[in-house]
């Protein structure tokens, strides 16, 4: 499989709906309760503090179809870092290896990045998910370090 992330667009609203849909699980154990239409228009708006909102990504993963979605602010909490507000696979795609290809893809679209953080949830599948990425799990911040990469590699 071959996945690629490109930019949401506001085309892509209603499609990003029903994957959020599919991925109730996570909301409920993220918010408390299911997703819903604010959830999209609230992304633009969700930003870490100190974040500027030229740092944020708003990431579709596709791959014959949407089958993903990344909520993503480089730079920050510095250069070089990057906080990922969430990964989304919908339940029946989960465990086949779709996560990873997220994670290749990010690598190569941002090589500059060379730690990346993830918030941690009460939503074991998503702890499950970045330990087997490779995240080191601290406190209430999941980290993974990356090995800076050069042109040809």
Sequence with gaps: MRLTLRDFTPADEAEVLRLFAACDDWFQAATGHPSGPGDVQGLFYALPEGAAFEQKHLLVAEAEGMIGFVDLV????????????????????????????????????????????????????????????????????????????????
């Excluded at 795609?93 to 953080?117: C, D, H, K, N, Y």
């Excluded at 009460?122 to 050069?150: I, T």
């Design 74 to 153: 480089v730079d920050h909490p510095e250069p070089g870092h990057a906080s990922i507000g969430f990964f989304l696979v919908p339940g029946d795609l989960r465990r086949w290896g779709i996560g990873s290809e997220m994670v290749r893809a990010l690598r190569e679209r941002f090589p500059e990045v060379t730690r990346v953080q993830a918030g941690l949830s009460d939503f074991e599948p998503g702890v499950e998910f970045l330990r087997a990425m490779g995240f080191v799990l601290n406190g209430q911040r999941a980290v993974l370090e990356l090995a800076p990469r050069f042109e040809g590699r």
